[in-house]
């Protein structure tokens, strides 16, 4: 079945093609945890990723030599099954570095980047501390949910008396095509999503965008990135009573096809210029693709890999839905310039609420033989 490397220059479940399903988990490392636990930790969790990753079990699991009084070292739920293109992706968020009240616990403050601090506060930002920030975080993607649950699960139970899980979330149906062998999927408002996406056939954004290069106070970020994580709930009850063409006004692109309200189909430029029968603008300039765009944003671009969510349904009776918005840049600075800008100008506010949030360092990846963060330590 498909499968990826672990092991590499790159951590895999960036610019790899996007999966169907999703598991993400932050983590708090416990107290009175010592940098050397941390280190073994990392160590544990890498071997552990580079076996579910290959389609191999932990431990003895099925192998004929079980030990009875034990508890079985791979929880089991995955055998069986095919990798379904598993990756798993390591990161570090600001708190690892330096704790909420300004603690060295690792002695890692003078190796921390100056760009990885919490996401300044956004207007309209509703964020619930509970479902924000963490120590560490594991990003799970495979084609099969149970594969991607039993990873962050067995990596959960592995991190036991070292680090416990804060929260996570789990998406389905990818919001984002990471290659342009992918068809693009749709959202939850019905709409394509991940059309203009970095694709990883573009090896001059993948470089110019994704990539970190090596900084004087941080060189072990070569070769890494900045993921941010972003959980908006999206009002569906409203959305759904928007007339057809309201919702493809906001968005800047027809519902069906995908194309740029300027005209043409899925993949022709947006021309913002471009005007209408009535004399107005063919695109809104207060649409999502408009405000999103680089052209708008002093040329920052992100390569999304978000997922969608249904969480059921609140009190009142609506679902607690949304997107799962996942993007992958070379410096926060560029996810900040666009949300800075959306938060302010973009016509879909009306129907998102951004609830959680988090920023982590994703290290660049390991060599064989070596751990996912080495390179900081
Ligand atoms: C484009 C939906 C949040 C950045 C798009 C497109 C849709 C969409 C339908 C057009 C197709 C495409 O090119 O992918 C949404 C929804 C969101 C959301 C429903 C919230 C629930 C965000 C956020 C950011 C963002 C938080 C970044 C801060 C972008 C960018 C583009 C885009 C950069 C490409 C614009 C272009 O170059 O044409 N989004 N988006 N989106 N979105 Fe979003």
Redesign the pocket.
């Known amino acids: 079945g498909l499968r990826y490397d672990f092991y590499g220059t790159h951590q895999a479940g960036i610019t790899t093609p996007a999966q169907d399903r999703l598991h993400f988990a932050a983590f708090d490392v416990a107290p009175g945890t010592s940098r050397a636990d941390l280190i073994e930790l990392l160590q544990d969790w890498t071997v552990a990723a580079a076996a579910m990753t290959q389609g191999k079990e932990l431990g003895e699991f099925g192998a004929g030599s079980a030990n009875y009084d034990a508890p079985p070292e791979d929880t089991g739920e995955a055998v069986g099954l095919p990798v379904a293109g598993l990756t798993v992706t390591i990161g570090f968020g600001p708190t690892l570095f330096s704790s909420s009240t300004g603690e060295d616990r690792f002695g890692l403050l003078s190796r921390k980047p100056p760009e990885l601090v919490n996401l300044p506060h956004f207007a309209a930002d509703d964020l619930d501390p509970a479902s924000s920030g963490g120590d560490l975080c594991i990003q799970a993607c495979a084609n099969d949910p149970q594969v991607a649950v039993h990873a962050i699960r067995n990596l959960t139970r592995i991190a036991f008396g070292r680090a416990v899980l804060k929260w996570s979330q789990l998406g389905y149906g990818r919001?984002?095509s990471t290659s342009t062998s992918q068809k693009?999927e749709r959202?939850?408002?019905g709409?394509?999503?991940?059309?203009?996406?970095i694709k990883n056939e573009n090896a001059s954004d993948v470089a110019d965008f994704v990539w970190t290069a090596s900084s004087p106070s941080s060189p072990w970020m070569a070769g890494g990135t900045y993921l941010?994580a972003?959980r908006?709930r999206?009002t569906l009850e409203t959305w759904d009573r928007a007339s057809l063409r309201e919702q493809e006004r906001v968005?800047?692109?027809t519902k069906a096809e995908?194309a740029?309200l300027s005209g043409g189909t899925e993949f022709s430029e947006?021309d913002f210029s471009a005007t209408a029968a009535d004399g107005s603008r063919a695109i809104d300039p207060q649409s999502?693709?408009?405000q999103?765009?680089?052209s708008h944003?002093g040329g920052?671009?992100?390569l999304?890999r978000?997922y969608n969510f249904v969480d059921g349904n609140d009190a009142l009776g609506r679902l607690n839905a949304?997107?799962f918005?996942i993007?992958f840049q070379k410096s926060p600075e560029q996810?900040v310039t666009?949300?800075k800008n959306?938060a302010k100008n973009?016509a879909?506010n009306e129907?998102?609420k951004?609830v959680g949030s988090g920023i982590f360092a994703i290290p660049p990846g390991a060599p064989v033989g070596s751990f996912i963060g080495s390179s900081l330590f």
Do not use: C, E
């Not at 709409?191 to 996406?197: I, L, R, S, Y």
């Open positions: 919001t984002s693009t959202n939850l408002f709409f394509k999503d991940g059309t203009a996406n941010v972003r908006i999206m968005t800047g692109r995908g740029p947006t999502h693709v408009a999103a765009h680089a944003n920052a671009k992100l999304r978000g949304g997107l918005f993007s996810f666009i949300q959306l973009d879909l129907y998102l951004h």
